[in-house]
């Protein structure tokens, strides 16, 4: 089998370099506003640069996205992969808020949920996969863990479904809503505070009493 052609080292840097840049240029000018003369004064990179690795700016702006689809794919499987892991006690289900929580009102999502609102019109097909590689990703992964705490008699729930929304909504519905208008980003305490006291108020409505 042929050795697999790594990318040099160099050119991955500058791709790195481009897509941040990108990303902080596309939501603060949004897409027709934007240019690569721009992302390329961000990033410390030669505009040529730009253009033979990713061709012209709708390029570059797909690209931008699918790199943080990536980036929240990666999340939705850690997500799975941690909510499997549940044990007995709700104060996982206290971690799992206080993570959530953090992952989308801190990290890269809400800024990309801003920036795909404002491009919709023009790249509804990138809304799309997003959409079904993220948020529906994560809601997938707390309903199936929602089912088996039912399943084991720790939860009543009717639909685990409608049970993640609950959950989703309560330890950062709020904050999401206001940052997808103000793009403004809560305080890490602000975070975790708020996904305590909803995933306390989860418990409270779905736990069964032992």
């Known amino acids: 089998m042929p050795d697999t052609i790594r990318e040099d080292?160099?050119?991955?840097?500058?791709?790195?370099?481009?897509?941040?840049?990108?990303?902080?240029v596309?939501?603060?000018?949004?897409?027709?506003?934007?240019?690569?003369?721009?992302?390329?004064?961000?990033?410390?990179?030669?505009?040529?640069?730009?253009?033979?690795?990713?061709?012209?700016k709708d390029s570059l702006f797909r690209a931008t996205i699918l790199s943080a689809i990536e980036i929240a794919d990666a999340f939705s499987a850690s997500l799975?992969?941690?909510?499997?892991q549940v044990g007995s006690s709700?104060?996982?289900?206290?971690?799992?808020?206080?993570?959530?929580?953090?992952?989308?009102?801190?990290?890269?999502?809400l800024p990309l949920r801003r920036l795909l609102v404002m491009e919709s019109h023009r790249f509804p097909e990138l809304v799309a996969e997003y959409r079904q590689r993220a948020p529906e990703a994560v809601m997938t992964a707390?309903?199936?863990?929602?089912?088996?705490?039912?399943?084991r008699g720790m939860l009543r729930t009717a639909d685990p479904r409608i049970a993640a929304e609950h959950f989703a909504f309560l330890v950062m519905g709020a904050d999401l809503d206001r940052g997808m208008f103000t793009g403004?980003?809560?305080?890490?305490?602000?975070?975790?505070?708020?996904?305590?006291?909803?995933?306390t108020a989860f418990i409270a409505a779905y736990a069964v009493s032992r």
Do not use: C, W
């Not at 991955?12 to 990108?22: G, M, Y």
């Not at 799975?80 to 499997?84: D, F, G, K, L, P």
């Not at 953090?102 to 999502?109: E, M, S």
């Not at 809560?186 to 975790?192: G, I, N």
């Open 80 to 84: 799975a992969t941690e909510v499997r």
């Open 142 to 151: 707390l309903a199936d863990l929602f089912r088996s705490l039912t399943d």
């Open 184 to 199: 403004s980003v809560p305080s890490r305490d602000r975070v975790r505070t708020r996904a305590d006291a909803g995933a």
């Open 26 to 56: 596309f939501l603060e000018d949004g897409y027709q506003a934007a240019t690569v003369e721009a992302v390329a004064a961000q990033a410390g990179i030669a505009k040529r640069t730009i253009y033979n690795l990713y061709g012209d």
């Open 90 to 109: 709700m104060d996982d289900v206290h971690q799992i808020a206080r993570r959530l929580a953090a992952a989308t009102l801190r990290g890269p999502a």
């Open 9 to 24: 080292p160099r050119v991955t840097r500058s791709r790195a370099l481009i897509l941040d840049a990108s990303r902080r």
